[in-house]
């Protein structure tokens, strides 16, 4: 099911359980759906999560970030980045920093790109090539 189709129906489901809150916050991320078009894919729609979940980290609005987290896909963890900043790294035979474009390159067209923390990708990466 898609990241949208879930929050419409979640949406539905909090109106029933007069979860007002809930409602709002989702009514809200539908809204920012609609502004960017109708129907958008779930990378676009994810990105405009993570970024209302900061935003409500950011003041501090715990029942908001955990709202919106829950709607977000968990990110991969340390060990799995470097398991695949590695695993780059050995399949295409990089050997210096001179590569770095190659392994970013590399991990940006891997499908679960919006999973990877790219910044600590680098710093793995520039540790592994230097």
Do not use: C, W
């Not at 935003?55 to 709202?67: D, H, S």
């Amino acid at each position: 099911m898609k990241v949208q189709e879930k929050i419409k129906k979640d949406m539905v489901q909090a109106m029933r359980d007069h979860e007002t809150e809930k409602l709002n916050l989702l009514r809200v991320v539908i809204g920012e759906f609609n502004r960017i078009g109708k129907d958008i894919d779930d990378q676009k729609a994810i990105k405009i999560i993570r970024n209302m979940h900061e935003n409500a980290v950011n003041v501090n609005n715990k029942i908001e970030a955990e709202i919106l987290d829950s709607y977000l896909p968990k990110m991969y963890s340390e060990e799995q980045v470097r398991v695949l900043v590695a695993n780059i790294i050995k399949g295409n035979d990089y050997k210096s920093m001179k590569d770095i474009g190659g392994v970013m390159k590399a991990l940006n067209n891997n499908p679960d790109t919006a999973l990877i923390n790219k910044k600590y990708a680098s710093e793995y990466a520039k540790e592994l090539l230097s």
